[in-house]
């Protein structure tokens, strides 16, 4: 199991999670911070930090934020994969206005 950032951190990106995450296993991507799944311990630490209640326990993942269960593997990959699903899927809700500052659309 690991844990994982939901939505809620769009717009947030305050990064009090990698504050106190002991195996600094938080990466940030361009619109939110991705835990990875490899390094991440289970520990919780990151969970009680969250200003906005961002970060669950894989297995306690709402449904409605299953897509975000699927960054953390995507490192892997690279940052740039992540950043280009999370844009597709913020574009196909309608929801580019949850989307933050710093995000310039290209
Ligand atoms: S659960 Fe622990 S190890 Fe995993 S991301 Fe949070 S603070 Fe880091
Ligand atoms: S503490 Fe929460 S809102 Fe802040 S960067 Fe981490 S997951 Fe995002």
């Known amino acids: ?19 106190v995450c002991p195996v ?7 619109q ?7 390094e991440c311990i289970d520990c919780g630490a990151c969970v009680p930090e969250c200003p906005v209640d961002a970060i669950y326990p894989e297995g306690e993942l709402p449904l409605d934020q299953a897509f975000f269960a699927g960054l953390g593997p995507m490192l892997a990959d ?4 992540i950043d280009a699903a999370v844009r597709a ?4 809700r309608g929801a580019r206005d949850r989307s933050g500052v710093g995000a310039d659309e290209p």
């Open 78 to 81: 690279g940052v740039e994969a």
């Open 1 to 19: 199991m690991t844990y994982v950032i939901s939505e809620a951190c769009i717009g947030s990106m305050d990064r009090s999670c990698v504050e």
């Open 32 to 38: 939110l911070l991705v835990i990875h799944p490899g």
């Open 89 to 92: 899927h913020l574009d196909g």
């Open 24 to 30: 600094d296993c938080i990466y940030e991507a361009e």
